[in-house]
């Protein structure tokens, strides 16, 4: 026989390679064998649900700078494993599904009341943004999905009332994007269920949904991290939310709040409250983004923890300062800095020249009378229009030869008015 003729250890390495393959063919046979097929009923709810609405390119369209779209509904076939088709996800043991990913898939049509995608209630992850439902109702049968824990509806045309109780039974949900939808708020003060909370919710998006008070169960919500109430309709005053402590980004913008108390949060590092009816004194926060607002005073103490904060963004466009805030000179991360129209007066003080870490500086509509030298290293936008300069402007520093070349530079420090996109200058008096 052959074997007769091979050295021993040859053997032995030929004897070990079978058992290894033996034993891995095993094993996939084992694996194979004991993972569960999507059952029937949850496949023929898919089905349905495809069947159940068209595929055009256009539904998703709105979505295409941010997103890549195409049809994920083409790859479901009958007869085949549901847990195999393009967003769905199944679980390996029960083949319940599990995840459902349809963003940006070209659906469009009616997303019906009765839709038998409400009949997979084994559900924990669903996506249908960025597809167009032509202005379907928001069906409170969402709530149905009781081990929910990431739900997306954003960019959907969705619209009516979207009755907050909905969520009452969702305690696992951890994230909520409901943006860009023509949707509106069940009034709370008549609501029924006003105090439910939901415990393991991070993450609560709802911008331009027509809200017109804030929602108390979010107050409540003491491991919310991400919050944006956006572009709505939210009056009054927002007190002081203790739970917060975890907030690390918020945006009430474009809403109608006359005050707003201190956030307990030290972790904050994005705050926008532009465009809303603030009035008085700014209170001791994290980094923020004030403008288009009506501070008549400028009182700010930020802790020194606050204000090193990596990534530092922060903008106080028309809050009525009259001097540069020296709270500022400690924060050596600051990369954007906006302080448009305001009533500031005089020259640029030293330590803002030691902020080496500027990308970003906006001086605008203020009365400054003299720029010396541009110091900024890292500097790629720079506004000073309407202001009072005078004098021989600085010779351009090379690293903002992106925006604008020595020679436009030149015309601007021979001419009182000129503009460009990286740096601008108008109204300036120039000698």
């Known amino acids: 026989m052959w ?3 091979l050295p021993y250890p040859v053997l032995c390495l030929l004897f070990l390679l079978s058992y290894l393959q033996f034993t891995s063919s095993l094993s996939l046979n084992s694996s194979s064998q004991s993972r569960k097929l999507c059952s029937s009923e949850e496949s023929y709810a898919l089905l349905n649900f495809k069947n159940s609405i068209s595929i055009n390119s256009s539904a998703s369209s709105h979505c295409d700078n941010y997103a890549v779209s195409y049809p994920r509904t083409a790859s479901w076939k009958q007869g085949s494993d549901c847990c195999s088709w393009d967003g769905v996800t199944c679980d390996t043991f029960t083949g319940h599904v599990t995840s459902l990913d349809l963003s940006s898939s070209w659906l469009l049509g009616t997303l019906e009341v009765n839709s038998s995608l409400f009949l997979l209630q084994h559900l924990r992850n669903l996506s249908l943004a960025c597809n167009n439902f032509q202005g379907s109702r928001m069906s409170s049968n ?8 990431h739900l997306d509806l954003s960019s959907n ?3 009516g009332v979207l009755n907050i109780d909905m969520f009452s039974k969702l305690k696992n949900l951890k994230s909520v994007y409901l943006s860009n939808n023509s949707l509106s708020l069940l009034s709370l003060a008549s609501h029924s269920n006003v105090n439910f909370t939901l415990p393991k919710l991070e993450d609560f998006r709802c911008s331009s949904c027509n809200i017109t008070e804030f929602p108390s169960f979010l107050k409540a919500s003491e491991n919310l991290k991400f919050l944006d109430l956006s572009n709505n309709s939210i009056p ?3 007190g002081e939310s203790e739970l917060w402590h975890n907030m690390f980004h918020l945006d009430l913008s474009n809403n109608n709040l006359r005050s707003f108390d201190q956030i307990s949060s030290m972790f904050l590092q994005y ?7 603030l009035r008085g004194s700014l209170v001791p926060l994290p980094p923020t983004t004030r403008s288009s607002n009506s501070f008549s005073s400028m009182k700010m103490f930020l802790l020194v923890v606050m204000v090193l904060v990596i990534g530092l963004d922060l903008a106080l466009s028309s809050c009525n300062i009259n001097e540069f805030p020296e709270m500022l000179s400690t ?3 600051l990369w954007s800095l906006d302080l448009s129209a305001n009533k500031i007066h005089g020259h640029i003080p030293n330590w803002l020249f030691n902020i080496s870490t500027l990308s970003s500086l906006n001086l605008s509509h203020n009365f400054l009378t003299c720029l010396e030298w541009f110091p900024w290293e890292n500097l790629q936008y720079l506004d000073l229009r309407s202001n009072l300069l005078q004098g021989q402007l600085p010779a351009p520093p090379p690293f903002l030869r992106d925006f ?3 020679d436009a530079w030149k015309m601007l420090v021979n001419n009182s008015c000129w503009e460009t996109v990286g740096a601008r200058f108008s109204n300036c008096s120039c000698v």
């Not at 969402?142 to 824990?149: H, M």
């Not at 705050?271 to 009816?277: E, Y």
């Open 157 to 159: 045309n969705l619209s």
């Open 142 to 149: 969402f709530g149905q999905f009781t081990y929910l824990t």
């Open 236 to 238: 009054g005053r927002l």
């Open 271 to 277: 705050l926008d409250l532009h465009s809303n009816l």
């Open 3 to 5: 074997e007769s003729f």
């Open 404 to 406: 604008f070349s020595p």
């Open 331 to 333: 924060a050596n991360n």
